[in-house]
């Protein structure tokens, strides 16, 4: 009974390929993020969705693009990838309980060869 | 968004109290001060939040003086499974900006 799933764990891809990560979320939260984590271990937001509404859209690539079918699911799919995008991604949600309590996915790392 | 400074990385030995102190000088009246610890390999996980004074939780406690431009994690009795990355965020509901953390090394 995962809370948040990311599928897939790991990806290993060719630069330019498109590629999608899925995220659920089974706690019937209303917000749902994408963060990347670089090599650096800096972890900065991507996208978040309320209801599958965009609401928080950083300064990120437009090969960038997520989707949200319905508020439990919050995709990332990636177009022409690039080195620069190798990270690791985690997909989050927001509680209802205390004021900032995000609860993460597991994370999938993406190596772009 | 408020901006946080915390030290880069402490050292301890298993069995000490541990503060982490996160200084938020810019902090706005509707943030909320919230710590996550995130392990290698995994996803952040939150530990603590306040507004004002001190929060206990059976994890940590949290102090925040009368001024909030400040918050001091408290740790007690670490292990080595506390070691960790450890990240104070300052900010209203659901948008989260995380800095570089405090890499926390326990030894035993």
């Known amino acids: 009974d995962t809370a948040v799933s990311q599928t897939p764990k790991y990806l290993v891809t060719q630069m330019g390929n498109d590629k999608s990560i899925k995220c659920e979320q089974n706690l019937g939260h209303d917000t749902m993020y994408w963060y990347k984590q670089d090599s650096k271990k800096f972890l900065k937001i991507m996208f978040s969705y309320n209801n599958k509404e965009l609401i928080i859209n950083e300064t990120v690539p437009n090969r960038f693009s997520p989707k949200s079918p319905d508020k439990a699911h919050l995709n990332l799919h990636i177009n022409s990838l690039e080195l620069g995008d190798s990270a690791v991604y985690f997909c989050?949600?927001?509680?209802?309980?205390?004021?900032?309590?995000?609860?993460f996915g597991p994370g999938t790392r993406l190596t772009v060869l | 968004l408020a901006k946080t400074t915390q030290p880069i990385s402490m050292d301890s030995y298993e069995g000490q109290e541990v503060n982490i102190t996160c200084s938020h000088n810019?902090?706005?009246?509707?943030?909320?001060i919230t710590w996550y610890q995130q392990f290698p390999s995994q996803g952040p996980r939150f530990i603590i939040q306040g507004y004002k004074t001190k929060v206990t939780n059976e994890v940590a406690s949290l102090f925040i003086p009368a001024d909030r431009k400040s918050s001091t994690l408290s740790l007690p009795r670490v292990s080595l499974s506390d070691t960790a990355v450890y990240y104070c965020?300052?900010?209203?509901?659901?948008?989260?900006?995380f800095g570089k953390g405090t890499k926390l090394s326990v030894k035993p």
């Open positions: 965020l300052v900010g209203p509901r659901g948008n989260l900006i």
């Open positions: 810019n902090i706005a009246t509707n943030d909320y």
């Open positions: 989050a949600s927001l509680g209802t309980g205390n004021y900032n309590e995000q609860f």
